[in-house]
């Protein structure tokens, strides 16, 4: 496995910083990229070790440290490793605006932080599709569960989730207060210390959301449940419980809320701690418990367990006088039994009395008082421990929604969060903190087989010679510790076991036999004089990586033992409270079987989170505690140089720095600053080696600043590399503007492309409709002609499918036509040709249009104008065609008179008398005999018409005597009236002339009613003179009208022409 050298840069002046991508134990690339998002606060000393200028200074390193944490910079990195320092205050990094900012961000990007960690895990498990886990060290209270939460948190927050992840999400959230509650205590380094070692799994799917979860619990610190030490209390949730749990539940669990009235609570003198509020705490955690999926009576069998420890213990001994105990405190212990589900009597005869079995043989003995307070202890340990493990299991259930994935998924990965006890150095170290520091070791050991080794193994897989460098391999601290035989945990578990008196002390020696030797084990014994001071005979020292500590044996061998009678796990089993009865398992009493020692048991465990975490690529948390006070602003410069030491710190910089500053993979190095070399930009075609080779020459890199790996170009100096860097940051605005000119270039032309295309289909999808449209419309049109053509043809057939359009056709045609052109006037004869298939049609319309328009006609003549109508109507009967001067009398109208009243002599009309004047004209009266002309009026009455001279009326023509009218057919005025030849009062026919010959005719023939008595003649008039005589009017045309004797005695009439 390999790892890379990250290195950057800070200069005050210049806003970059060189970084490298997260490359931790091999495979990722690095990357180096601005610094531009950190602002100066965040530059304050340097932000990764690597840049220290004294690396070899744990001085400067620890300047560096108390610089930024005096800012408030807890973070800083040693490459990929993050340093925190514990601020002991809230700091104003942790919001969802930060993790904003973390999100998707590369790791060196923005200031050091447990986001861009947590970040870059999550990112090269989605990448890389390889199970991560995130190792949190550091020693009691340097903030390595506050780490762990704000990595939960950033996960839960930033992940992609839907509502049922965010079930989990809650859940995965909730199970903290719950476990802390039960789990941590407050200790004297520590007021919420973790007393057990928690791995957790957080499972994602191939999208990257969280569904699952798995937690794995290491050694519960049990003792603290019986005893503390001053100063420090017993797990958070008994003082929870008194505190917050309100009266009815204390009444119903039989318990007061002094916790001084509890044994168990007392021994570290400390019921409060101003830091912690149980009573908050107490809500928190019964809020979190549904929401994990306890039901409400396993939250009250819980309960009644953790009362039941307190009840425990309280119950006392006395001592019977024949060594014998008994129980002083009896209610106490029928409540207890009650609460733990068991029977009364049984609890009481178990607590105070062993079972042993001889030679096949069950015997009962009873236990003097000693005896009893353990036994009494041993089943509060019990009894809290294995309910704690149940915990962890019922959170496991409700974690682990997808089960089946969890198991099989190939899809799934995995980030695995370690938060283990940190190194631990008390005044009196006993098993415990034996066990504690051993897994710190072996957290150690992990640390140099991941980082430090494979360091140094890189340069060998790469071929580059370096000075290796040393560091202190732990392992040997490991061996004395769990070597099979010859280890210490070996040589306790055979003190246990070994048949005989055994104890604490025989345990001291026979290590003090066994491992005496080994450098890093001393005892009272062995010891030098000056060492021998600090060692007392019950201890041995160990000389872990970390320091020294002298271990107390006292309580080593009852404790690797966690013996508990026989016959309280028998009463145990029988418990009715399930959450008992599911940890005291009836099959463990019927096993002969000794379990494993505890001791063992931890070891094995710890040998199973090795292979857990070795299958996963890590990634480090060191946690650093900066003054024992647990007060804010404080950097206690001796604790934390000895933390720095233990942790491995200076060492893992040194092996950073030592070899090379930094690494790149050809590729990566060539990518990056290919542009600052003619032949290597844009493009180098050749081998990946010969590119880089021929970039470093033109850049002129010395033959000892940089060495050529198999794939990798190592630089010794981080000068080098920020040369080259700000070569490149010079040249960045020549590449910006190629990188311009061809990306506008290439935008255009997509753009121009992309429009391109649009018109071509825009302009084809048109140019198609258009033609479809013609196309369209030609079929239609040719249809049309077809149809026209075919129906013309059979135009004269009948009706049919063939001539029906055509026919159709011409019919709306010429009605359409017709409706255009409809006669406008009765006079109008014009009418349209009809087809032949709408003569009849045709005709019939005509006819009632006519008749329609002389309905209009007639509904608009008055009376008089009928009246003119009428006579016209005469007018035209009589002379129509037969005389030529009547055409010009159709458009001049009749008149009632063309005499004015006044015209006719006033002796006249009394002639008359009642026969009034309907009509008067001036004639000219020609005599019968020389044709003189005389001017007369002509006046008609109703039954007789007179001719006037002047006053006196000269011939009276009765209508009824009336024998004819005679009129020439040329122009002229000419009329004779026929009168009889037989009455002698006339004088015979009337020739008379008037220049309105047509009108007078007509009136008198109509008052006459003789419209058939008018003759026309043309040629000449025959006319009666009297008795019996005739005369002729002849009528001849000529250029003006003169009327004259003729040379026969006829009257000659010169018609004016009119045509
Ligand atoms: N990032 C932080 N911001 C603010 N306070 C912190 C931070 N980290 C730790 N602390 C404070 O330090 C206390 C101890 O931290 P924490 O419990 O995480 O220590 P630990 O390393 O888990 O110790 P132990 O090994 O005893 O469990 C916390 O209760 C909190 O008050
Ligand atoms: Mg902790």
């Known amino acids: 496995m390999s790892s890379l050298f990250n290195l950057g840069k800070v200069q005050w002046n210049c806003s970059y910083f060189v970084c490298l991508q997260r490359a931790v134990f091999g495979l990722m690339i690095v990357r180096l990229v601005m610094e531009s998002a950190l602002t100066a606060r965040d530059?304050?000393?340097?932000?990764?070790?690597?840049?220290?200028?004294?690396?070899?200074?744990?001085?400067?390193?620890?300047?560096n440290l108390r610089r930024r944490f005096r800012e408030n910079l807890i973070y800083t990195y040693i490459g990929s490793v993050l340093v925190s320092v514990n601020p002991y205050k809230e700091l104003e990094i942790y919001s969802k605006q930060q993790m904003e900012r973390y999100r998707g961000v590369s790791f060196y990007e923005i200031s050091p932080h447990i986001y861009a960690l947590s970040d870059n895990t999550y990112r090269a498990m989605r990448t890389e599709r390889k199970d991560q886990c995130i190792l949190i060290s550091g020693e009691s209270g340097a903030g390595k569960t506050e780490a762990s939460k704000k990595i939960l948190l950033y996960y839960a927050v930033t992940c992609p989730t839907n509502d049922h992840m965010a079930i989990l999400g809650d859940r995965l959230l909730q199970s903290n207060p719950v476990l802390e509650a039960f789990g941590n205590a407050k200790t004297l380094r520590n007021?919420?210390?973790?007393?057990?070692?928690?791995?957790?799994?957080?499972?994602?799917?191939?999208?990257?959301?969280?569904?699952?979860?798995?937690?794995?619990?290491?050694?519960?610190?049990?003792?603290?449940?019986v005893h503390q030490n001053h100063g420090?209390?017993?797990?958070?949730?008994?003082?929870?419980?008194?505190?917050?749990?309100?009266?009815?539940?204390?009444?119903?669990?039989?318990?007061?809320?002094?916790?001084?009235?509890?044994?168990?609570?007392?021994?570290?003198?400390?019921p409060r701690v101003s830091s912690i509020s149980d009573k908050n705490n107490w809500k928190v955690v019964m809020k979190a418990l549904p929401v994990i999926g306890f039901t409400e009576e396993e939250v009250q069998k819980l309960l009644n367990i953790i009362a039941s420890v307190l009840h425990l213990g309280n119950t006392q001994f006395g001592?019977?006088?024949?060594?014998?105990?008994?129980?002083?405190?009896?209610?106490?212990?029928?409540?207890?039994?009650?609460?733990?589900?068991?029977?009364?009597?049984?609890?009481?005869?178990?607590?105070?009395?062993?079972?042993?079995?001889?030679?096949?043989?069950?015997?009962?003995?009873p236990l003097n008082y000693e005896q009893a307070v353990s036994a009494r202890d041993a089943l509060a340990k019990a009894v809290y421990?294995?309910?704690?493990?149940?915990?962890?299991?019922?959170?496991?259930?409700?974690?682990?929604?997808?089960?089946?994935?969890?198991?099989?998924?190939?899809?799934?990965?995995?980030?695995?969060?370690?938060?283990?006890?940190?190194?631990?150095?008390?005044?009196?170290?006993?098993?415990?903190?034996?066990?504690?520091?051993?897994?710190?070791?072996?957290?150690?050991?992990?640390?140099?087989?991941?980082?430090l080794r494979s360091e140094q193994e890189e340069y060998e897989t790469e071929g580059i010679a370096w000075e290796t460098v040393q560091y202190f391999d732990n392992?040997?601290?490991c061996d004395l510790i769990e070597e099979k035989h010859k280890g210490i945990i070996s040589i306790l578990d055979e003190e246990c076991l070994r048949p005989g008196e055994t104890c604490d002390v025989s345990f001291l020696e026979k290590l003090e036999d066994t491992v005496g030797s080994h450098p890093h084990f001393i005892t009272h014994k062995l010891a030098n004089g000056k060492t021998r001071r600090v060692v007392s005979r019950e201890e041995f020292r160990l000389l872990h990586y970390a320091g020294e500590v002298n271990y107390n044996v006292n309580g080593f061998l009852d404790k690797n033992n966690d013996l508990l009678n026989r016959n309280l796990k028998e009463v145990m089993c029988q418990s009715d409270n399930q959450i008992l009865s599911h940890c005291f398992r009836r099959e463990e009493v019927i096993d002969q079987k000794r379990p494993e020692m505890a001791a063992t048991q931890f070891k094995n465990s710890l040998m199973k989170l090795m292979e857990i975490l070795m299958s996963k690529e890590p990634s480090y948390v060191r946690c650093i505690k900066p003054n024992d006070a647990k007060q804010p602003g404080r950097f206690d410069e001796v604790l934390v140089r000895h933390q720095v030491k233990y942790l491995g710190l200076m060492e893992n910089l040194r092996v950073r720095r030592a070899g090379f500053a930094y690494r790149r993979r050809f590729e990566a190095f060539l990518q990056r600053y290919k542009p600052l070399c003619p032949e290597t930009w844009p493009n180098w075609h050749g081998r990946l080696v010969d590119g880089v080779s021929t970039l470093v020459n033109h850049l002129g890199y010395k033959a000892e600043e940089y060495k050529l790996g198999r794939s990798k170009i190592f630089i010794r100096f981080p000068k080098t590399l920020f040369t080259t860097e700000d070569a490149l940051e010079a040249k960045k605005p020549e590449i910006a503007l190629t990188l311009q000119t061809s990306w506008r270039g290439y935008r255009e032309r997509a753009k121009y492309q992309r429009i391109r295309r649009a018109v071509i289909v825009i302009q084809s999808g048109w140019r198609g409709m258009k033609a479809r449209r013609r196309a369209k419309r030609r079929r239609q049109a040719a249809e049309l002609i077809r149809r026209f053509i075919k129906g013309f043809i059979y135009r004269h057939e009948e009706y049919c499918p063939e001539n029906e359009y055509f026919l159709d056709h011409v019919r709306y045609s010429f009605l359409k036509n017709l409706r255009q052109n409809l006669p406008k006037s009765v006079l109008d004869k014009s009418w349209p040709t009809p087809p032949p298939s709408?003569?009849?049609?045709?005709?019939?319309?005509?006819?009632?249009?006519?008749?329609?328009?002389?309905?209009k006609y007639c509904r608009r003549v008055q009376p008089e104008w009928k009246k003119q109508m009428m006579q016209k109507v005469v007018a035209s009967e009589i002379f129509k065609d037969q005389k030529d001067s009547y055409p010009l009398s159709v458009g001049r109208l009749f008149l009632d008179s063309r005499l004015e009243r006044e015209q006719i002599n006033l002796k006249v009309i009394q002639t008359l008398g009642s026969d009034k004047v309907q009509y008067g004209v001036s004639v000219i009266k020609y005599d019968r005999r020389g044709f003189k002309p005389r001017p007369r009026q002509l006046l008609l009455t109703n039954t007789f018409a007179v001719l006037v001279?002047?006053?006196?009326?000269?011939?009276?023509?009765?209508?009824?005597?009336?024998?004819?009218?005679?009129?020439?057919?040329?122009?002229?005025?000419?009329?004779?009236?026929?009168?009889?030849?037989?009455?002698?009062?006339?004088?015979?026919?009337?020739?008379?002339?008037?220049?309105?010959?047509?009108?007078?005719?007509?009136?008198?023939?109509?008052?006459a009613n003789k419209t058939s008595y008018v003759n026309i003649n043309p040629g000449s008039i025959r006319f009666t003179v009297a008795r019996g005589k005739e005369g002729i009017i002849d009528f001849i045309r000529g250029s003006e009208l003169k009327v004259a004797k003729g040379k026969r005695g006829h009257l000659l009439v010169v018609s004016q022409r009119l045509f």
């Open 43 to 63: 530059r304050v000393g340097v932000q990764d070790f690597v840049l220290l200028e004294n690396y070899n200074s744990e001085a400067a390193f620890i300047e």
């Open 191 to 225: 007021d919420n210390s973790s007393r057990f070692g928690k791995y957790m799994d957080v499972q994602f799917d191939f999208r990257g959301t969280p569904v699952g979860g798995h937690i794995l619990n290491y050694l519960l610190e049990k003792s603290r449940v």
């Open 232 to 270: 420090e209390r017993n797990f958070h949730i008994f003082y929870q419980l008194l505190d917050g749990g309100d009266d009815d539940l204390l009444i119903t669990l039989d318990l007061e809320r002094n916790p001084q009235n509890y044994r168990y609570l007392v021994k570290g003198n400390c």
């Open 319 to 365: 001592e019977g006088e024949e060594g014998d105990t008994y129980i002083t405190t009896e209610t106490q212990t029928s409540n207890l039994a009650k609460l733990l589900g068991v029977d009364g009597s049984a609890l009481r005869e178990a607590l105070t009395h062993k079972k042993l079995t001889a030679k096949g043989e069950e015997m009962i003995s």
């Open 385 to 451: 421990g294995r309910t704690f493990t149940w915990l962890v299991e019922k959170i496991n259930q409700s974690l682990a929604l997808k089960e089946e994935i969890y198991h099989s998924s190939k899809d799934s990965s995995v980030i695995g969060l370690l938060d283990i006890y940190g190194f631990e150095v008390l005044q009196q170290n006993s098993f415990e903190q034996f066990c504690i520091n051993y897994c710190n070791e072996k957290l150690q050991q992990l640390f140099i087989e991941l980082t």
């Open 475 to 477: 392992k040997i601290i």
């Open 838 to 855: 709408l003569v009849e049609a045709s005709e019939h319309l005509r006819r009632l249009h006519m008749r329609n328009m002389v309905i």
């Open 949 to 1007: 001279d002047r006053t006196k009326i000269k011939q009276r023509i009765d209508y009824a005597a009336l024998r004819g009218i005679s009129v020439g057919s040329l122009s002229d005025g000419m009329f004779v009236l026929h009168m009889p030849t037989e009455d002698n009062k006339q004088k015979g026919d009337a020739v008379l002339h008037c220049s309105h010959v047509i009108e007078v005719v007509t009136k008198l023939a109509m008052m």
